[in-house]
């Protein structure tokens, strides 16, 4: 079992990762603190952020963007990123197993886990 050291700070940064659907990057959710009239430093943010992520509470996701984002949602799942906007969704279809078997004999590696990141364009993007 995972020891944990939540602060007030941790929780309050957990609890607007855990509300927010669209993957917020540090800033957003810095953002979304100080909107719920929070008063953290932007060093408090990273560095919880960073906590949680070690702790597996949450999930970094670097989408070759500048900043990373986090999401809260652990199971496993994929995302799609739009290349007009930069909205990131949820995937929920699984990476097919020949896939994964086709990428092992290709490298030789044991596969532990995977994250495809599709791109395109959203529905919005494109109206």
Not at 50 to 72: F, N, P, T, V
Not at 105 to 113: D, F, R, V
């Given at each position: 079992m995972?020891?944990?050291n939540l602060t007030s700070q941790r929780k309050a940064v957990y609890d607007i990762v855990c509300q927010s659907h669209d993957h917020p990057t540090a800033a957003e959710v810095m953002n979304r603190l100080v909107e719920q009239g929070h008063t953290l430093a932007y060093?408090?943010?990273?560095?919880?952020?960073?906590?949680l992520s070690d702790k597996q509470m949450i999930r970094e996701l670097k989408l070759g963007e500048a900043a990373s984002r986090y999401d809260a949602r652990m199971d496993d799942h994929q995302h799609i990123m739009c290349e007009?906007?930069?909205r990131v969704d949820e995937v929920l279809t699984h990476v097919p197993e020949d896939w994964m078997s086709?990428?092992?004999?290709?490298?030789?590696?044991?596969?532990?886990?995977?994250?495809?990141?599709?791109?395109?364009?959203c529905q919005?993007?494109?109206?």
């Amino acid at each position: 079992m995972k020891t944990l050291n939540l602060t007030s700070q941790r929780k309050a940064v957990y609890d607007i990762v855990c509300q927010s659907h669209d993957h917020p990057t540090a800033a957003e959710v810095m953002n979304r603190l100080v909107e719920q009239g929070h008063t953290l430093a932007y060093g408090t943010v990273y560095n919880s952020l960073r906590y949680l992520s070690d702790k597996q509470m949450i999930r970094e996701l670097k989408l070759g963007e500048a900043a990373s984002r986090y999401d809260a949602r652990m199971d496993d799942h994929q995302h799609i990123m739009c290349e007009s906007c930069g909205r990131v969704d949820e995937v929920l279809t699984h990476v097919p197993e020949d896939w994964m078997s086709s990428v092992a004999k290709e490298t030789g590696y044991t596969i532990s886990h995977t994250h495809v990141v599709f791109g395109g364009i959203c529905q919005t993007c494109k109206k």
